[in-house]
């Protein structure tokens, strides 16, 4: 049996039609850039969020770059953000002009460290990213005395479209958002692409202005910015997809339920768990083993697609060796680095192959 690790073949039939039709009518206007379907998508996704704003960029890094530019955040500030996070997070405040500081997770469900994050705030500090790693919420209400500080608290949401903490979806639960629409995440475009999400009008203005060349009149640029848009094409994907996201979301939670009985007596087998209040979209099924590079090795010979996300922290990159942070500095980033184990997860993924996935796992470690 083969298992991959995200199943995109699946979803696509499922809206195949759909995306042809809106093709062809994109292709017929020739309505590549910010043709009518990217204003729609922008509605239709700020309306499930619950965000007054949704501006579609060109990639989730972008997103974020773009929401601490719109926050006027840049040189000489400070980012906090967690070291066990995808390198993009950190990549964004760079861009943006700004120093990342990074602080390590929580061991339990490998989030940003609040305590630490408050810990590390200077009067530099301008921002936190928590990351809303593996599809669950950091628990955000902890960076209160920040906020109360005036620091904005601008969230990663690339790993959780749709999920809520204490019923408020990601990409609320802060300032502004960032967002990935990258082919796997749980709402993927044909490509690249990804949207920054807020309630203030004034942020989605600028954060507009920004990802077009700083420009809100045509040849008139007011201020710098870039060219970051949302194609078209892409976001005729995104409305066929959102329709279903949260039948797919459902779905990913009955996978991620079927994983943990399947596992829940598998020694040396660390399961995944989620935070009181969270409703969890599982962008990733993250276990912990140890041996992990033989395991995974053994589960890849044996068809099964598995992963790490990820396998070097931030502050162990060479993109990020300026920081002066050798290893030791986030032990508990660097020891789940180590342990660290996806396996195939999506909303097609069948019970068969789940009950494979956990064979070759428990055979793997035995
Ligand atoms: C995917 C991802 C990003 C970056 O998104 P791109 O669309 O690939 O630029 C940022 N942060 C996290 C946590 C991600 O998973």
Redesign the pocket.
Known sequence: MKVPLVDLGAQHREIAGEVGAGFAEVLSETSFIQGKPVTTFEDEYARFVGAGHCIGVA??????EIALRALDIGAGHEVILPAN??V??AE?VVRAGATPVLVDVDPAHLLIDADQALAAISPRTRAIVP???YGQAAPIERLRPAVDAGIAVVE?A??SQGARRHGRSTGTLGVAA?T???PG?NLGAYG???AVVTDSAEVARRARRIANHGSETRYQHAEFGFNSRLDTLQAVVLSAKLARLSAWNEARRAVADRYSRLLADADGVRLPSTIEGNEHVW?LYVVRVPERDRVLGQMHAAGVSAAV?YPVPVHLQGAFADLGLSRGAMPVSEAAAEEILSLPIGPHVTAEQQEYVAAVLRAAIS
Request: no cysteine; proline share 0%; charged share 15%.
């Open positions: 990639n989730g890094t972008d997103a974020l996070t995808f993009a997070t964004a990351v809303h790693l990663d690339a790993q960032g990935s629409f990258y995440k690249d692409a990804g962008h996300h």
